[in-house]
Every structure is written in structure tokens, then in C-alpha cells.
């Protein structure tokens, strides 16, 4: 049997809060004009635009991607943090979308498809390398498949053969 070997993990790009925090601070620079020309009360409500941008930050910051030879696992949550696993075997599909704004930065988004119940969808966003973890993850979905001698069957019009299947009876 072989042992389970982690090989890759990341996090989102912070490049994904790019909006929120330009809003943020376009709205912190709106209170801090407001207060030169009232009282310098109206800095209170810096904390507002301040605090989102910290959440936004530590939402993304705690975001944890992990690859194994085995298993997908997603680390989310940045006071209550929960994991979810999705073992390689159960991945259907895998597609890469590369969005210009994120092309720019060298980044992209890796979009999987899996038979998992709980997590029937997953994107890996804002990853570097993204053709090299998806080349990794495709190679070991494959060795595990062989592995394990599972395949994934797919059904489609599952409900129109059964209609025929009425019709026989």
C-alpha cells in the first residue's frame, strides 16, 4: 500500500479581493475628505471600510487548497474552519479558465467536475502553475483509478431508456 504524499497546496491569489479593496478604499478616501471639511468624529467610520477589507483579506488568506497523491482537500473558514476532501478518483472532469484580468497576473482557475455528493463542483481559483497542478492532478487521478480499477461511468438520458423500458412490459 502506498503512502499518502502531499504534492502541491496554495491559496487563492489576494488579486481576487482586487474590486473589494479598491471599493474600500475609494469609500475610506470619501470619510477621510468628509472629515477634513466636518469633525474629526467622521473617522469613526473608517472602521466600516477598514474592517471589510481586513475580512476580505482574511477569507482569502485562509483559504487553503491542498493536493495529494490521493485526495483533494479544501481548508476554509477563518475563525470556524472546516475540510473537505475529495479523493482523485471521483474527479469526472477538469477544465482551466484563464480570465484576462487573471492571465495578466499569471494566474488562473482550475474548475472540476466530481462525482463527490457534497462537492459535485470545485474551482481551485487564482492558482499559479495552473497547467502544471492540473497535469499533476490528471496523471494521479489516473493512477488511483488504476489503483483502486475504478471507472466512471457516466449515464446519459438515463431517464428516457427507462421510458422504454415502461413501454416494454
Not at 35 to 60: D, K, Q
Not at 140 to 154: P, S
Amino acid at each position: 500500500m502506498t503512502t499518502e504524499t502531499s504534492l502541491w497546496s496554495g491559496s487563492p491569489s489576494q488579486f481576487t479581493n482586487f474590486k473589494p479593496f479598491l471599493i474600500g478604499l475609494v469609500v475610506s478616501a470619501a470619510i477621510i475628505t468628509a472629515a477634513c471639511f466636518t469633525s474629526y468624529y467622521a473617522l469613526y467610520a473608517l472602521i466600516l471600510p477598514l474592517g471589510w477589507i481586513l475580512w476580505r483579506y482574511l477569507l482569502v488568506r485562509c483559504l487553503r487548497y491542498e493536493l495529494t497523491s490521493e485526495r483533494i482537500r479544501l481548508r476554509t473558514g477563518v475563525f470556524n474552519q472546516q475540510v473537505n476532501e475529495i479523493e482523485l478518483y471521483r474527479i469526472k472532469d477538469t477544465s482551466i479558465q484563464l480570465p484576462f484580468l487573471l492571465r495578466i497576473v499569471k494566474l488562473g482557475t482550475l474548475a472540476l467536475v466530481t462525482s463527490d455528493r457534497s462537492l459535485p463542483e470545485l474551482e481551485l481559483k487564482a492558482i499559479c502553475n495552473v497547467d502544471e497542478v492540473r497535469d499533476m492532478l490528471r496523471q494521479n487521478v489516473e493512477r488511483l483509478r488504476d489503483i483502486k480499477r475504478v471507472r466512471e461511468v457516466d449515464f446519459e438520458g438515463a431517464d428516457d431508456d427507462l421510458d422504454g423500458l415502461d413501454s416494454l412490459q
